[in-house]
C-alpha cells in the first residue's frame, strides 16, 4: 500500500472495532473508511438500534464499555430498572424483550436520536456520520446500506428468528441450520460504499463473525462483486482461533452450517473475495490447509489483548498489499 | 350521588391528577373512572408519549415530581443529557427537539413500553390498563379515544404547530387565534367510555384547560352527546380563579378566542354540556356571572394545595348531584 493510501474496512461489532482502534493508530484514519453491517439493526421499542454501528462508534471513542464490550463505560440503567415495573405486569414476550435487551441511558439517546432523524426522513447514513462527528470520529463510518436487510437464523429446532433473538434472547446457545439476509436482494450499497471499495488501497475484511457479521454486508451483491474484482488487493483476518471464536457464536456457526471450525473454514467462507487470510500464531500449522483453499496466508499475533497489539495487527494487514 | 354511585371524570392533566387525588380518598376508588385527554399525545424520537395519561397515573402513584408537576419524582437526566452530545452537531430543529422535550430515564421506560406495545398491536386502552395497573391505582383510567387525535394550535403569527411546540417549546408565551383537533371527527371513543358516562351517578369536568385539555375530550362527538343528554348530572370545576389559571395558558386562551377571563368564560364554555360550575371562593362576586349562563354556582376552595383541600372539593363537587 503507498503510505498516503487509503484502506476500506467491512466490519461488524466487536473484533472489528478493535481492530479500527488498532488501525487508526497505524495511519492517516481520514484515509479510513469502515462499512459497517446493519444486518442485525433492529427495532425495539419503536427505536431503530444498530448495534455494530454503536459498537463501532463507542469503540473509536473511547467510550465502550471494555468488559461488556458493548454499550458505554460508566452507564446507567434508570430506565431498563424502570421497564422492569410493565415486565412484572406482562412478563410474556414483550415484557421479555423489554429485559433482554438492555438499553443503558445513554446509551438510549443514540437511539431516541437515530430513530428522530429517520423519522424526519434522513438516511442511515447521514444519521450514522452525524453520530460519528459528535464523537469526534476520524474516519468514516458507512453503514452498508440504507436500506432494510434483516438477518434471520433459520433454528434447527424449526423457528425462525431474529438476530437479536438469537444472539442476545437465546444467547446463541442453540443449533442453527441457516442464515438468510431478508431484503438483501433490493439492497443498494449506501452512498460512497462502492467508491471507497473502488478507490482502497487496501480492503480488509475486519476479524468478525463471517456468517452474520460480514455474511450480511457480503449479500449486497455489488459489494461482493467489487470484493471478487479486486480479490488480490483484499485481506482478511480470521476471527477463529484455535478452532474458537473470541467471542460469539462464529465457530458454532461454521461447524453447523458444514465447515470447517478452524481458520480453513474461514478461509473456504472468503475464498471468492480475499486473497489473503491473516491468522493467530497459534493456528501457525493450519497455514497449508488455508492454502488448500487457495488463499495466501499470513501469521502474527491477532489476539487484540490491547491497542498495541491491534495496531500491530493492522499494520501486518496493510502490509499484505504493499 | 347514591354512596356506592359511580363517578366519571373528564380530566387533563396536573389540576385533573390532583382533583382525582382527593376523590380516591372521597369515595370508594374503584367506582371512579377517568376519561383523559389525548390531543396532545404526541410521537418523539419514535416514541408515544401520552402526557396527561402518564400525569395522572404518576400523581395517583404519588411518583409524580411535585415541583415541576409532570414526570417523576427522583428522576435521572442521563439520557437527555447524553442527547445534548447529538444537538450539538445538530442544533437546528431536531436538535432542539432533543432538548426541549425533557424525558427523564425513568419516564423514558413508560413510553419506550407504551410504544412497545403499540408496535404489537395493543390498543392505547390496553396499554394504559395495562400503566395504570403496574403503578397500582385503584381506579379506572381510560383514553378519550384509541385513535389519533392531534391538538394543533394556530398561532396569531400564522404558524400551525403541535401542542407540545406551543406548550412547551414556546411556552405557550405567544398569541394564538384558534385550536382545532384534526382527526376527532373520525375518532370513536375508547371502549368503556361511553358507558363509563351512560352509568355515571356524577360526571365531573376536572379543572383543567377547558379548550385544550377539556376540548378535545368534548370534540369527539359521541361524548358530547352523552354530557349534552346528561346535562343535569355533569359538574365542572373551574380552573380558573380570579382571572387567571392556575398553570398553563387557560387564561390568555379563554381571551385570545374571544371569552371571558374569567369563571364566566368557563361558564359559557361549558353551558351545553355541564349544569352546575364550582369555583373558588376568590371569585364569589361572579356567582350572578356565572348563572347568567344558564349554570347553577357552587362557591368552594378549589386550590388545591394539598390532598385534603382537593378531598374536600371532590367532596363538594359529588355533593351537587344528590
Excluded at 458507512?142 to 437464523?153: H, I, S
Excluded at 486473497?275 to 493450519?286: H, N, P, S
Aim: hydrophobic share 45%; aromatic share 4%.
Amino acid at each position: 500500500m503507498r503510505p498516503d493510501g487509503t484502506v476500506t474496512v467491512l466490519a461488524g461489532g466487536v473484533g472489528a472495532a478493535r481492530f479500527l482502534a488498532g488501525l487508526v493508530e497505524a495511519m492517516d484514519p481520514t484515509h479510513i473508511t469502515a462499512v459497517v453491517n446493519t444486518g442485525d439493526d433492529t427495532r425495539l421499542h419503536g427505536l431503530h438500534i444498530s448495534p455494530d454501528l454503536d459498537t463501532v462508534t463507542y469503540t473509536l471513542a473511547g467510550a465502550i464499555d471494555p468488559e461488556r464490550g458493548w454499550g458505554l463505560r460508566s452507564e446507567t440503567w434508570d430506565a431498563m430498572e424502570a421497564l422492569d415495573r410493565y415486565a412484572a405486569v406482562r412478563p410474556a414476550r414483550s415484557g421479555a424483550a423489554a429485559s433482554w435487551f438492555r438499553l443503558g441511558d445513554r446509551d438510549l439517546a443514540t437511539h431516541l436520536y437515530r430513530t428522530h432523524r429517520l423519522g424526519e426522513g434522513a438516511s442511515l447514513s447521514d444519521v450514522t456520520a452525524e453520530i460519528a462527528q459528535a464523537w469526534g470520529l476520524p474516519l468514516t463510518l458507512r453503514p452498508m446500506t440504507d436500506d432494510r436487510v434483516e438477518t434471520l437464523v433459520d433454528l434447527a429446532g424449526g423457528d425462525e428468528v431474529g438476530f437479536q433473538e438469537y444472539f442476545v434472547h437465546l444467547r446463541h446457545d442453540v443449533a442453527i441450520r441457516g442464515v438468510r439476509f431478508s431484503g438483501v436482494d433490493e439492497a443498494r450499497p449506501a452512498p460512497g460504499v462502492l467508491g471507497a471499495l473502488d478507490d482502497a488501497g487496501v480492503i480488509v475484511i475486519a476479524p468478525s463473525n463471517p456468517i452474520v457479521s460480514i455474511g450480511p454486508i457480503l449479500a449486497v451483491d455489488a459489494i461482493a462483486r467489487v470484493l471478487q474484482r479486486r480479490r488480490e488487493d483484499v485481506v482478511a483476518i480470521s476471527p477463529i482461533v484455535g478452532g474458537r471464536a473470541l467471542k460469539g457464536p462464529a465457530d458454532r456457526m461454521l461447524g453447523e452450517l458444514g465447515l470447517p471450525v478452524s481458520v480453513a473454514g474461514v478461509a473456504r467462507g472468503y475464498r471468492d473475495v480475499a486473497a489473503t487470510l491473516v491468522i493467530d500464531r497459534e493456528d501457525e500449522a493450519l497455514v497449508a490447509a488455508v492454502e488448500a483453499e487457495g488463499l495466501h496466508c499470513v501469521v502474527t499475533d491477532t489476539v487484540m489483548r490491547d491497542v498495541t497489539v491491534a495496531t500491530s495487527l493492522a499494520l501486518t494487514t496493510l502490509g499484505v498489499v504493499a
